[in-house]
């Protein structure tokens, strides 16, 4: 059913993403990702894309709003100004645009790999069943966040963390997608418990940005107050 052209093929399936696709289209496509992981893969990735392009139009909207309303404003008679008053108000606009940046910047997590392999020192064909589920949880975990669908993942990625034998990359890449879940879906108080936890790692192997665990620190404490 899928179109052999790779153009078509493409627009096929961001039209799933999109879920524009008929009832019976979904559930071939669906039932075809349960039995290829190379096409499950693809279509991740496509959303990741489609996400990240999302996102990138609603801060370019955000600094067009500001753009406008900077035009609007009166412009004043110039007037010779001290040196310390233009470094003044040029620091202050950049903490303001920084501070906006991270009160409404997109959480983006690092990329994990999306085969068994993730396991890295782990050999795939004598990964034991329990293994096997973990990687499953995570993958449907990811799905789910992909899909808006936070509290499903949650759960998904709460059950990566009940298996034992696990890489610290891992754990670690479940719990930093505990945290994102948990946090989309009002979760706030079990988001901030998982990101204590995170805080304790002294040798981390699946490493998040500075700048992205501001941001997440940033939004869940003014949500945490919010919430108070």
């Not at 799933?16 to 559930?27: A, I, P, R």
């Not at 035009?71 to 950049?94: C, E, I, N, S």
């Not at 906006?100 to 997109?106: A, D, H, I, N, R």
């Not at 949880?137 to 963390?161: D, P, S």
Request: net charge neutral; glycine share 4%.
């Amino acid at each position: 059913m899928i179109p052999q052209d790779e153009i078509e093929r493409q627009e096929w399936l961001e039209a799933y993403c999109k879920k524009k696709l008929s009832q019976m289209e979904v559930e071939w496509l669906e039932n075809a990702m349960q039995a290829d992981a190379m096409l499950a893969k693809e279509v991740q990735q496509i959303r990741k894309a489609m996400k990240t392009i999302q996102d990138a139009q609603v801060e370019q909207r955000m600094r067009d709003t500001l753009q406008l309303l900077r035009k609007k404003q009166p412009k004043p008679m110039p007037q010779p100004q001290p040196f310390w008053r233009y470094a003044m108000v040029g620091g202050m606009a950049a903490c303001v645009a920084f501070l906006l940046y991270l009160s409404f910047g997109s959480i983006q997590l690092p990329p994990t790999d999306y085969d068994l392999q993730v396991m890295r020192d782990t050999d795939p064909i004598q990964m034991d069943a329990v293994q096997k589920v973990a990687f499953d949880e995570f993958f449907a975990g990811q799905a789910g966040m992909a899909e808006g669908k936070y509290r499903e993942a949650t759960q998904h990625f709460e059950q990566v963390l009940k298996a034992t034998q696990i890489r610290p990359y891992f754990r670690e890449a479940a719990e930093w997608h505990l945290v994102v879940s948990c946090f989309k879906s009002g979760q706030f108080v079990k988001a901030e418990k998982y990101l204590a936890q995170l805080e304790t790692c002294d040798a981390c192997e699946y490493e998040v940005g500075r700048v992205e665990m501001w941001k997440i620190k940033w939004q869940l404490y003014w949500r945490l107050l919010f919430q108070a």
